[in-house]
């Protein structure tokens, strides 16, 4: 399996030990990767015998009632339409987010689901904080997000696709984001799958980049930051011990690079805590990191 594949496999084998997929699901899930149903049988196998020592996925309600209030950034969040522009092999699709008096541009780099409506959300969050913003849809070789009826086959199609591609896609759109603001400095962030992909964009020698803010994204094996110019938030969750078992690297590699960073582990929270639509959304967890990106923009962009 290539890298994206297995960080795929992983994820669907501990949603599975999580409770958060069925049996039924995950062996088809697997399937649409490529992993033979042995393979799979021994996957989840594996990770049902370590859930038990992990904390089970936060909960999406809080004794305080702050999963009523809206996700953070949302009550000022501008709309978004979609656009095209030229990509290295391919016409590329995005949504996009202008701000009425941009001070920065963020691209916005999604999971492994594809270019979502809550991806298109937090580009708006960022167009409404001062931020222009572009939320990149990295299947759109193959058409477009929109084009999968089945999110699983959205997710089995983005994981062939080579790493190389998709660097080369993301820096495609700094190129478009320079294009329609220029002068101001470009920022990146992503989340899960996405949250890789800004590592690997880190990694490519890419130095537009003034900020970075990787969300639970593991830094792939042997990178090298050298060539990176961004101020970087990395951002962990507290009960992702798959995703925690990269952060000492990703921390090696930051301070190897000189790069001014910051290591951010959110108390409490698991995989995916941003994501509102998600099962392990954390609205707590959400409203604390937020302000933290801002600020973390803010001072770099």
Not at 120 to 126: L, Q
């Amino acid at each position: 399996m290539t890298p994206l594949q297995q960080y795929v496999a992983e994820e669907i084998a501990v949603d599975h030990a999580d409770g958060l997929m069925s049996r039924r699901e995950a062996l088809r899930r697997l399937g649409l990767l490529g992993v033979g149903l042995t393979a799979a049988t021994a996957l989840l196998a594996a990770c049902s015998s370590d859930s038990d020592s992990n904390t089970e996925a936060s909960a999406t309600s809080s004794p305080d009632g702050s999963a009523d209030a809206a996700p953070p950034g949302l009550d000022t969040a501008l709309p978004t339409e979609a656009i095209t522009f030229a990509g290295p092999t391919a016409e590329l699709q995005a949504a996009w987010a202008a701000a009425a008096d941009p001070r920065g541009a963020v691209l916005v780099v999604h999971e492994n689901k594809g270019l979502t409506d809550h991806i298109r959300s937090v580009a708006g969050r960022f167009a409404g904080v001062g931020y222009s913003a572009l939320a990149i849809d990295m299947l759109s070789e193959e058409g477009g997000t929109a084009t999968f009826a089945d999110p699983a086959e959205a997710t089995a199609a983005l994981t062939k696709a080579t790493p190389e591609r998709l660097v080369a896609d993301m820096k495609a759109a700094i190129d478009e984001l320079q294009r329609r603001v220029p002068g101001k400095k470009v920022g990146a962030i992503g989340f899960c799958m996405g949250g890789a992909l800004v590592w690997r964009l880190l990694g490519s020698g890419e130095q537009r980049l003034s900020a970075a803010a990787p969300f639970y994204g593991p830094i792939p094996d042997g990178s090298d930051l050298t060539g990176a110019n961004a101020a970087v938030l990395a951002v962990y969750a507290d009960l992702d011990a798959r995703v925690n078992a990269s952060r000492d690297a990703a921390t090696a590699a930051l301070d190897k690079a000189g790069l001014t960073n910051e290591v951010v582990t959110v108390a409490g929270a698991d995989h995916a805590f941003f994501n509102d639509t998600g099962q392990r959304y954390d609205p707590q967890a959400a409203a604390q990191i937020w302000p933290k990106v801002l600020d973390w923009f803010g001072r770099y962009l």
